[in-house]
């Protein structure tokens, strides 16, 4: 019996060597890319929570210097946040923070190319549009009408769309373009919610142009109304007319 259960035990280790020797390698290699894919995950995660931590230090020294209103600094301070932190939110908001300040301290040609560097750099539409609206909006204040004009042709976001038009409506209206102003001034005037503040400006613009965009809809809509009543209105035969 015991040799029995010696040969049995020999021939499973036999298997076991037999089916080592064919796949062992194979085996081996599979868990070395398992074990390096899981550590180079960690590490991944790792420098992401680092440099948002270094990113978010370096965007409040950025915004420090800023305040201080010192040009040399702030183009120091930008552009090693540029370098260092380029892929982070924390640079595309430091670049339309900078921008402010720039073009508050009179330098229009330093603000353009930061929001220029977050138009083209950012991964993130909210802050691409952001940059493009106030860009377009300098142009427009430096008479770059239609380069202004192009930028804001772009493709932009559902919820910048009202926001596009009323830019455009401004660049129009400093050509003296009345109708485009008005035009484009009213479809931002329909794309903003009632309960949006700045909808109260847009129409704000309308009336210094002589258009009143609440009367407008209301001539609209009752003009929809009766033509949906006189859809609905079914013609009386002329043979009952003469009846009566």
Excluded at 66 to 72: H, I, L, T, W
Excluded at 215 to 235: C, F, I, Y
């Amino acid at each position: 019996m015991a040799n029995h259960l010696d040969l049995e035990e020999q021939e499973q280790l036999d298997q076991l060597k037999h089916f080592w020797k064919q796949y062992g390698n194979p085996i081996t290699w599979a868990l070395i890319a398992v074990l390096a894919l899981f550590a180079s995950w960690n590490f991944y995660h790792y420098w992401q929570r680092t440099q948002a931590v270094q990113a978010a230090a370096m965007f409040d020294e950025v915004a420090r210097v800023a305040n201080s209103g010192d040009q040399a600094k702030i183009d120091r301070a930008f552009a090693d946040m540029k370098d260092r932190f380029a892929s982070t939110t924390y640079a595309q908001q430091a670049g339309l923070m900078v921008a402010k300040q720039y073009f508050t301290l009179g330098n229009v040609d330093a603000a353009k190319s930061a929001l220029s560097w977050v138009a083209d750099k950012s991964s993130d539409k909210g802050y691409q549009s952001i940059a493009k609206l106030r860009l377009a909006g300098i142009l427009g204040e430096t008479k770059a009408y239609e380069e202004a004009l192009t930028l804001l042709g772009g493709a932009f976001p559902k919820e910048f769309e009202a926001l596009v038009s009323d830019r455009k409506g401004d660049i129009f209206a400093l050509q003296a373009k009345r109708s485009e102003a008005i035009a484009e001034y009213s479809k931002a005037f329909k794309g903003f919610d009632e309960r949006v503040e700045y909808r109260r400006l847009v129409e704000v613009k309308l009336n210094a142009l002589g258009v009143d965009p609440a009367a407008s809809l209301v001539v609209q809509v009752t003009g929809a109304d009766n033509k949906a009543t006189d859809k609905n209105t079914k013609p009386v035969p002329e043979s009952d007319v003469s009846k009566k």
